[in-house]
């Protein structure tokens, strides 16, 4: 039963909560804020400790704020329990209609837990209600989306007893108006940062304009600004010093052009994709004097926000001589430094082009494929079609085709497609024409591509007896001879030492042998260095290139076969060539 004194004690702690949570709304700060929170539970609502601990952004929660006891102020302010310590808090103990009340009976076990905790001595308690200096009474504070923004935590009402109803519900409103204080402190806070930092923005503007006159006018290598959008798309509407310069036209002349007047025509369609896109990009630029000048264009889109694409910002620099020396590098990558010949990588590189993973045993067409199984008659592709046709459908389809034998790469072959001949990516409508080798035993009319494999004979002892400069002329002589020797098309490689290989598309096989023949006559004659006639010969070996092989299966072949046609001939005969 209420007794007679109650109403005037709940009159008395409604004024006080009223006073302090308009407090609350006073202060500036969000630091401010979380201060006058913790005070106004100290005056107005009759604890002797209270904290605020707030939620930081990667979820654990901090003591933002304490009063009522300046030692455990210093002493756990600012320290940092984890989300899952407090969230355990917060399921524990008795649900005192959204506070948060355990018991020194049972708070025990979170002695050992990571949450900052202060605790003073006091007596036992003599009456079921009375406080313990262990009990613990937690207040959560969420936002108006539901998600938590911290947690006031108190300690010793000053009447030494558990909060009754009213001071339980004088506590939970309390925490729901510091929440909403807490939120608007937040929200001034990233209104002042975000005025302070537009004032700065607008400031860093104009010096940024100021900034960029200078930088556009004074810079080192070519700059532009060129229009976009309509009837003038491209064209140059300013032009600084460096690129009037660097084209030998003046900004006056300049702005009657476009970049698109100036490109070399086969750099057309990379200018207008880097227009587009707002990209990067290596091509040449037309000079006055009717030259041409490569430089890397960049361009950057200036966009209004209201408007959208105003103008595109170019900036072009001279890469002439870099170029020039990319080529010069790029050469003697792929290119023996002695002979000037393509090296083992490139020969390799220009004979794998020519080869794909289908061997050469697939040559039927989609056309023949599909005229066969219509007519029921089976299609020598390097498949086996396994029963009669007519067993599989109404048209007479099976589509039951297995590879003849093993997959030679250890796996099924990405280009053979079962119930196909030709698959989507390798068949008679396939950008690549599949390299095949004619027959060696009768000449069957089918053209390849012939690779000779040369060795030259006698090439050690000339190196022996008269040095490697007498050497390196023989090679440098060989490779002219080699080269002269062959088609405009054709390709003269060294593979180091004395080897070299020769790549002949379009022969057959007498076509081959007879242009090894011809070579060896080309390298048999005496070459003359420093006054002195040596001579080597050569043997040669051919090999055919096929697809389903690789570059080194068909160097090797070509190599077994030159050793073969060496052994062949004596000693004497392989020096007369």
Known sequence: METESEPYVRLAT??????????????????????????????????????VNLVRPDGDLVVAAFAGDPAAEALITGRVGSRASWERRLTMGENWDGLRFIPHTEGWVLMEDDVPQWHTEGPEPRFEDEWHPEDRLYA????????????????????????????????????????????????????????????????????????????????????????????????????????????????????????????????????????????????????????????????SVVADAADGPRFLLTHVEDIEERKRHELQLAHRASHDSLTGLPNSAELRSRLGARLCRRPQSVRATAVEALDAAYEGR??????????????????????????????????????????????????????????????????????????????????????????????????????RRLTTGVRDGDTVARLGGDEFVVLADGLGAADAADLAVRLRNAIIPPIRVDGRAVRVGASFGIGWASCGMSADEVLRSADQRMYIEKRSRSKSHRRAG
């Not at 407090?23 to 009759?46: C, F, K, M, W, Y």
């Not at 599989?392 to 039951?400: I, L, M, N, R, S």
């Not at 390798?426 to 009319?445: E, F, I, L, R, S």
């Open 378 to 479: 089976e299609v020598r592709t390097g498949y086996e079609v396994h029963g009669e046709a007519g067993g599989a459908g109404e048209h007479g389809f099976q589509p039951d085709f297995q590879p003849v034998g093993p997959d030679r790469f250890g796996g099924a072959d990405p280009f053979e497609f079962p119930g196909a001949v030709a698959g989507p990516s390798d068949g008679p409508y396939d950008h690549h024409v599949h390299t095949v080798a004619p027959a060696t035993d009768v000449d069957d009319g089918t053209k390849g591509l012939a690779v000779l494999f040369c060795d030259l004979d006698g090439f050690k002892s000339i190196n022996d007896r008269f040095g490697h400069h007498t050497g390196d002329a023989v090679l440098i002589e060989v490779a």
């Open 140 to 299: 959560p504070m969420y936002a108006s989306g539901g998600e938590l923004l911290g947690v006031i935590s108190v300690d010793r009402p000053r009447n030494g007893r558990r909060p009754g109803a009213w001071g339980r519900e004088a506590l939970q409103m309390y925490a729901f108006q510091a929440a909403i204080a807490i939120s608007n402190a937040r929200l001034r806070a990233n209104m002042q940062r975000a005025l302070v930092r537009l004032e700065r923005e607008q400031q860093a503007l104009r010096a940024s304009e100021e900034s960029f006159r200078q930088a556009f006018e004074y810079a080192p290598s070519g700059m532009a600004i060129a229009e976009m959008g309509g009837d003038q798309h491209g064209r140059l509407l300013r032009t600084n010093d460096a690129l009037c310069r660097l084209l030998g036209r003046p900004a006056s002349v300049l702005r009657r052009y476009s970049f698109s007047d100036l490109v070399h025509p086969e750099d057309i369609g990379t200018l207008l994709r880097t227009s587009a896109e707002g990209g990067r990009a290596e091509l040449r630029l037309g000079r006055r004097d009717g030259t041409y000048v490569w430089v890397s264009l960049r361009n």
């Open 14 to 51: 409604l004024r006080q909560l009223h006073r302090v949570v308009a407090e609350l709304n006073t202060a500036r700060s969000l630091a401010d804020t979380l201060q006058t929170v913790v005070d106004g539970i100290v005056v107005g609502l009759g604890y002797e400790l209270a904290c």
